[in-house]
């Protein structure tokens, strides 16, 4: 049968795979997979992890799924179908349709596959930017982008307490299309995009309203051939916008300037720095926060009242205020909203300080880069026990290991891929500990960690192997140091 992808009425009884499940419980592949069956798809969701690997996921799925059944017991509702350790060709040449995990890289040989027998390939968030009836505000770049997107909901919420948060902040974008679709009133929309969620929509002429590109650097060189390709992917959504929509860049990364240059939409910057004249957008002056749009200049806020800290978490602030001023937020509602946001658990996150030592969950730092920024912050005494490595993203590692040999007492790193690389780079300047489990990392930590120490979980790496992903890495770390006495 053919599917309207912009009727969801045409999606009752078609046949579709879900490519991926995954392991977050609102993650693509489980809201995908909700989202088909509450609209009476017959679903197939295939997955090359084994079903206890994905046993958490499958369980969300069938409790749902029973729950839904007889609530709507009048509705025509499929039961899922699993393929589990395996893919089947006949999965993706005999359907109607296969939504893909952004997490699956579009090279796979079965999305090729379904491609080559004209079956459409979609995600949960092409199939947002396809049927959202309202403007959506976007926002990307490598490091910020969860921090930025959390903040801009809070000062939306501060105008629309149903302000919709999702995209690669762990919420699928279908968890919230169904109501929206029945909204009368104007609801934000606020979607951190990955390079992967805007990668699936190659397809999709839509461009977001308002877009923001963060910062850029190496990351993902494992899923892309060069830095210029992962660029160019984050950059893809920013190049397809009209002369009518916006977009807020960088001013401080050469890298992004060149993307705003070649961008169609209208331009505006942010900068811990005054932006030169004639350039609109949001920057610092004499510690205000600052909005300039046409030859006027606006104070936001004094920087001392923004609640997030830390210079990086600055650049966010600049960035969520440019975004929310060309949205017709008031100054009243972004400061509101500046002064009540703290930030998100996993970033630079201070757990607890135990007989004198700091504990610090920076899981989310999953690139050298991040894991950088992490040690200029609290190693400035070269009293860092650092706990890090994992799987490798394919990036140089070596100025990374500058950084610990010039801030970190002890390391001790998880085993995986990158792990080698690691002993190779830190040498035998600082003593390293092999582990393969975070009680193993925290006992180790522990034994060494003095009085006046930070003992920091900021990996650099990706979490594939010990764990089920970042998410995962950071709560076992918490948990675990809030067991220690």
């Known amino acids: 049968m053919s599917i309207d992808l912009t009727n969801v009425s045409t999606f009752q009884d078609a046949v579709v795979t879900v490519m991926g499940l995954g392991r977050f419980k609102n993650g693509s592949g489980i809201g995908a997979a909700k989202w088909l069956m509450r609209h009476g798809a017959q679903i197939v969701i295939t997955d090359l992890k084994s079903h206890d690997e994905l046993k958490d996921s499958v369980d969300e799925i069938m409790n749902w799924y029973e729950k839904y059944k007889a609530q709507y ?132 002429a839509r461009a977001p309203d308002i877009g923001i590109f963060t910062n850029i650097y190496a990351d993902h060189l494992n899923r892309y051939a060069s830095f210029e390709a992962y ?14 929509q916006s977009g807020v860049f960088n001013f401080d990364q ?71 001023k060309l949205a017709a937020v008031t100054n009243e509602n972004i400061a509101s909203g500046l002064r009540e946001f703290g930030g998100l658990p996993g970033r630079q996150e201070v757990i607890r300080e135990l007989n004198g030592i700091t504990y610090v969950n920076d899981t989310t730092a999953t690139s050298p880069d991040g894991t950088i920024a992490a040690l200029d912050r609290f190693g400035q005494k070269k009293n860092v026990i650092l706990l890090a490595g994992g799987a490798t993203k394919g990036l140089p590692l070596e100025t990374l290991g500058e950084a610990i040999k010039t801030t970190c007492k002890f390391s001790i790193l998880f085993e995986g891929t990158a792990t080698e690389e690691f002993v190779a780079i830190i040498g035998e300047e600082v003593p390293v500990v092999r582990v393969d489990s975070m009680k193993a990392a925290l006992e180790a ?35 675990a140091v809030k067991k220690l006495k």
């Open 254 to 324: 050469e890298e992004i300037k060149i993307v705003g240059e070649k961008s169609p939409g209208k331009k505006f910057w942010f900068s811990k720095n005054k932006l030169a004249d004639g350039l609109n957008g949001t920057y610092v002056v004499e510690g205000n926060l600052i909005f300039h749009s046409a030859g006027t200049e606006e104070i936001i806020i004094p920087v001392s009242e923004i609640k997030l800290q830390g210079e990086h978490n600055l650049a966010n602030a600049l960035a969520a205020v440019t975004l929310a």
């Open 445 to 479: 930590a522990t034994e060494v960690a003095k009085e006046g120490d930070v003992v920091l979980l900021s990996p650099g790496t990706a979490s594939f192997g010990i764990f089920k992903n970042e998410f995962d890495r950071g709560d076992q770390f918490v948990a």
């Open 73 to 204: 017991s009048n509705r025509d509702i499929y039961s899922p179908v699993f393929v589990l350790g395996e893919h089947r060709a006949d999965d993706f040449t005999d359907v109607d349709l296969v939504m893909q995990n952004p997490g699956v890289p579009r090279e796979s040989e079965f999305v090729q596959l379904a491609k080559q027998h004209n079956v459409s390939v979609e995600s949960d968030m092409s199939l947002f930017f396809r049927l959202c009836p309202f403007p959506i505000y976007a926002i990307t770049g490598t490091r910020g982008k969860s921090t930025t997107t959390a903040l801009l909901g809070e000062i939306f919420k501060q105008v629309q307490p149903k302000t919709v948060v999702a995209g690669n902040i762990q919420r699928s974008p279908l968890e919230d299309l169904d109501w929206l679709l029945e909204e009368e009133k104007p609801v934000p929309v606020v979607l951190e995009m990955s390079s992967w969620l805007i990668d699936s929509l190659e397809n999709v």
């Open 231 to 244: 660029r160019e992917s984050k950059a893809a959504m920013f190049y397809k916008q009209s002369a009518e």
